[in-house]
């Protein structure tokens, strides 16, 4: 399992190139990627979005450390 911090710069992406990617706000994915509380929305947002750019299914519970309200 990789942290949402570790796929996001495996594809070379900073934190606004993912939150374009998902749909959120980067505020949004700074929380994310500290451990902060997310909703379950934003975190499918973000586990389509790497799903799309990594070519293969990422679920939002394979992120190690999202923290899911």
Do not use: F
């Not at 796929?7 to 190139?17: A, C, Q, T």
């Not at 929380?31 to 990594?54: P, V």
């Not at 679920?59 to 190690?64: D, Q, T, V, Y």
Request: proline letters at 1%; zero cysteines.
């Amino acid at each position: 399992m990789a942290t949402l911090r570790q796929l996001r710069i495996d594809l070379g992406w900073n934190v606004s190139k993912l939150a374009e990617e998902a749909h959120i706000t980067r505020q949004s994915v700074a929380a994310a990627e500290r451990g902060g509380l997310i909703q379950a929305d934003t975190a499918k947002a973000l586990a389509d979005a790497l799903s799309k750019a990594y070519g293969r299914e990422i679920k939002p519970w394979s992120i190690e450390g999202l923290n899911i309200r």
